[in-house]
């Protein structure tokens, strides 16, 4: 049973313009929640997390939505650049009850020069 | 943030034999987590191993399939045993940072089972 969804396994977006990818989520009991980035033949890498207790999170040029109520997540990058082509994983935890993270399957990034 | 060094990064092997995949961390860390990715599939995690225990699996996997070894705080060894093709799949090793924000993962093995 998928618990972590990510429905768009690839995305498009020209440079300079917004990325957005989506992360849907079926565990009311998560309550954090993370972007890695993974390029190929490498591990996957922290981008950024937001806590339930929010409902945006900005670094940079990336920021993250949570939306509690419909168990959704949106990643944004503004604005995308050529680097930012990678494999985009969504991840959540329930930190209270084991320290186990829960990743979606991934969406691949291109950005387009 | 921790620096995980895994090994082999990628192995091709023949079905029936088994693959150990090393992992070292740079620092001590109570608990080290083994996933694997199948193509086209979320990390899946196989295992938590604690140092000084036995490793706790997840659903659908076994510890004859799967033996985990952790002798210290800084390593642990996945064993992929009596491969198949259907085991071809990127292993990852990770842990988790000291007050649980994140996890940091290793670079990963990509295995290929012929």
């Known amino acids: 049973d998928q618990q972590v969804k990510q429905n768009s396994p690839s995305l498009s977006v020209q440079e300079g313009r917004i990325s957005i990818l989506n992360c849907d989520y079926t565990n009311s009991m998560f309550d954090y929640f993370l972007w890695y980035k993974k390029y190929p033949a490498e591990g996957p890498t922290f981008l950024i997390s937001?806590?339930?207790?929010?409902d945006k999170n900005e670094d940079g040029r990336f920021t993250v939505f949570l939306n509690k109520s419909a168990k959704h997540l949106s990643l944004h990058i503004v604005p995308s650049q050529p680097g930012d082509s990678a494999v985009y994983f969504c991840a959540a935890s329930a930190r209270g009850t084991g320290n186990q993270f829960y990743f979606g399957t991934g969406t691949s990034l291109t950005v387009i020069p | 943030s921790a620096v995980i060094s895994q090994k082999p990064s990628r192995d091709i092997c023949q079905r029936g034999t088994s693959l150990t995949i090393q992992c070292q961390v740079d620092s001590q860390v109570t608990m080290m987590f083994w996933y694997r990715q199948q193509p086209g599939q979320s990390l899946t995690l196989i295992a938590t191993a604690n140092q000084g225990s036995e490793a706790t699996y997840e659903s659908g996997f076994v510890i004859d399939k799967f033996p985990i070894s952790r002798p210290n705080l800084t390593f642990s060894t996945l064993t992929v045993s009596n491969m198949s093709p259907e085991d071809s799949s990127i292993y990852l090793c990770?842990?988790?940072?000291?007050?649980?924000?994140?996890?940091?993962f290793g670079q990963g093995t990509r295995l290929t089972v012929v």
């Open positions: 990770s842990v988790v940072g000291d007050v649980y924000t994140e996890a940091f």
């Open positions: 937001i806590s339930s207790i929010k």
